[in-house]
């Protein structure tokens, strides 16, 4: 798989041109997993896949705007801001890429998933924005080969709030190692926070003291490309 992430930068201001644009990751110029800037249409994929529908996932919701493409389009509820969608609740086949949504914890409003995408032997999780996984569902990231995360805060338990007995939010970058190093030999951070935007190379060098050993960590920036 190509994998190539279009934006890495978090709900916060724009300060660094290499993580200037929304999230946005395209798959063998097939597959766009979240649509952070309208521009990522201009690769023309030929499906689309929402992690949930918050405006840095998904721009239309901040202009408030309707999403209307010719290709199928799946996310993890209906919304009046896409003309057509397809409800992503449990996995699909498409073109021959397996896609088995898994709910993630991030948000009372909206609801969420992470996308595991299994091809040609090969397994990809991408996880949009995470407080955390539900143990129930552990079991189906075994063996992955990689994990695209966020890095919205580096300090431990990031942002978390809780409303009942539902925790959302965002979690910390050292829990997040913490969780993905038992399933997948490298993980990418992108959707990067003001933590990171004030200073790249120090933001850098933070996550790489986290990398614990026998796990690559790396940092993307806008169009970097990782093969798989
Ligand atoms: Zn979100
Ligand atoms: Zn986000």
Redesign the pocket.
Known sequence: MNIKILGTR??VKKSLSNHAK??GVLIDNKLLLDVGEKEFLDYKPEYILFS?L?P??AWFVETNEQLRVDIPVYAPELSRYIEKVNLLHSPITLDGYKITPIPTLHSIKVKSVGLLIEYGGKRLYYS??LAWIEKQYHPLLHDLDLVIT?G?YIKKKGVIRRKDDQIYG?QGIPDLITLFSRFSPKIIFM?LGTWFMKDAKTGMQKIMELQPKGVELDVASDGKEYEL
């Open positions: 978090a709900k929304h999230s949930h918050h840095d996932h949009g924005d966020e919205s965002h959707h």
